[in-house]
């Protein structure tokens, strides 16, 4: 497994891979309409202007996880970690988060899940991130941040 920069060629198959991750979780939430499932190609675009990407690939080139940030200030805001569901429990999740924090040295990092999302959050605990914030989205939908410093 090799973890690269995502470049533009690449959004293609990371949204499909981010549609797939993502249904997992649009399970646990009850809801098939969640914003990742309804993401396209040029908001993708859009999100890769202003962000970094990072992909995971497997010994053929397939892209198997990815994950994208913004540093603003001293803060690393990380957003949507994805892994191939059938590639999950590998590590792949936890070397692309320790991935972005190599690359970004000595900052605070931030992101966030739903409640729902123990895997998720019990994934970012072990790597020393903490609560530091529950705010509801919906009446249906609660995030979770959480942050490293």
Avoid: W
Avoid at 15 to 33: C, F, I, M, R, V
Avoid at 63 to 70: A, E, K, T
């Amino acid at each position: 497994m090799k973890i690269l920069r995502a470049d533009k060629d690449d959004l293609r198959d990371i949204l499909s891979l981010q549609h797939l991750a993502y249904q997992s979780e649009a399970k646990l939430l009850g809801n098939p309409d969640i914003p990742p499932l309804k993401q396209t190609l040029s908001d993708l675009q859009a999100e890769y202007d202003r962000k970094i990407f990072l992909k995971t690939t497997d010994d053929t080139g397939a892209i198997v996880g990815s994950v994208r940030y913004l540093l603003e200030s001293d803060t690393v805001y990380i957003g949507k970690l994805i892994v191939n569901p059938a590639f999950q429990g590998q590590g792949i999740g936890t070397k692309l988060l320790l991935e972005v924090e190599k690359l970004c040295p000595n900052k605070r990092y931030e992101l966030f899940t739903s409640n729902k999302s123990r895997r998720n959050i019990s994934l970012y605990e072990r790597l020393g991130y903490k609560i530091f914030a529950v705010k509801p989205a919906t009446e249906t939908l609660t995030f979770v941040y959480l942050e490293k410093c």
